[in-house]
């Protein structure tokens, strides 16, 4: 009687090489117009609150670079933070991103939902790589994001031993994101003329990150209530004047 040996898996050999030089990026066009407003918004309310430092990495369908098994594989997430990368070269512009060569791990990903193959919790393990597979096994990014627009959907899953987890949001519907130490949260409103659900940043003391358009609003709105105040105290003035000229009492 012969017994068949069970069949094991190899595990794969991940290696951290540059893009090559001569390798095709995919030029998918991007689903709806929601995807890059959803990541500019993002970026601009943590730039207007002074989160972004020289050394962070925070892009948007920028290619995140892996070689699997001599193979190079390319996931672009809608959004991704790297805390601290390596400055480029004078002149040199960034085409892609390739963790432990040119900088720390990415540590934050998030996929805004498609229909696409391969989609956001796809654990497919072989190539093309689903997204959560890719993210989980392969990058091993901290926190993993998917928001649904549409729908209203935020999940927030954390690593934890080698595999995601799903972690619940608060009472707010906000969920910690701890490598910003931040919560991250649905917030539906008007920006630029586009009204939708946004992601938006709140601080652990429960206040809004404001956008750049926002806190500009605030401080023309500051502006004239100071204008308002100068015109009210320069009529009283005028009245009190005008009072003491009745009284026969030259003001000035």
Known sequence: ?????????????????PLPANFVLPDDPVENTQQPALAAALTDALGAAGYIQPEMLIASNLGLVATVNKNTVVKAPDWFYVPQVHPLAEGVIRRS???NTEGANVAIVMEFLSEAEGG???VRATPPYGKLHFYEHI????????YDPYEGILEVRYLQDGRYVLHSANEQGRVWIPQLELYL??????????????LRWWDNLGNLLLW????????????????QRAEQERQRAERLAAKLRELGVDPD
């Open 97 to 99: 991103y390739t963790p």
């Open 139 to 146: 990058l091993q990014v901290p926190t993993y994001v998917i």
């Open 1 to 17: 009687m012969v017994l068949e040996a069970p069949y094991i898996k190899a595990k794969p050999t991940i290696t951290w090489e």
């Open 185 to 198: 949260g649905i917030w539906s409103g008007e920006r630029l003329g586009q009204t939708m659900n946004w």
């Open 120 to 122: 956001e919790l796809s």
């Open 212 to 227: 750049s358009s926002e806190q500009a609003e605030q401080e023309r709105q500051r502006a004239d209530q100071e204008s």
